[in-house]
């Protein structure tokens, strides 16, 4: 299984950006997540959709600004990233589990990882 996070790039505050997980090997069947790391932070999940029901769970400070979908035809994840702040700069991560952790945005346990695509917010 392979994940490839893309759509990273620059955005000034109050702007939008669009990143995308193209899954391979597997499906989107299963619980997918976006994390993000900030430098000399730790690792915190974002937003994760179920793979059962559908249902998206999000970290308190993205909620209303950011909205995780999933296309089962194209096998891809989104993360549409609306309104972002500096606090939004990290790199972003998508991975896939089993289901979605008991801490909204992340997963129970993560299974496969994508490589990254880092997020910069700067004016």
């Known amino acids: 299984v392979q994940l490839q996070a893309s759509g990273g790039g620059s955005v000034q505050p109050g702007g939008s950006l669009t990143l995308t997980c193209t899954v391979s090997?597997?499906?989107?069947?299963?619980?997918m997540s976006w994390y993000r790391q900030a430098p000399g932070k730790e690792r915190e999940g974002v937003s994760c959709i179920s793979g059962i029901n559908g249902l998206t769970y999000y970290r308190d400070s993205v909620k209303g600004r950011f909205t995780i979908s999933k296309d089962n035809v194209k096998n891809t994840v989104l993360l549409q990233m609306n309104s972002v702040n500096s606090d939004d700069t990290a790199k972003y991560y998508c991975a896939t589990g089993p289901s979605c952790g008991s801490i909204p945005g992340t997963l129970y346990v993560a299974h496969y990882w994508g490589q990254g695509t880092q997020v910069t917010v700067s004016s």
């Open positions: 090997g597997s499906t989107v069947s299963e619980a």
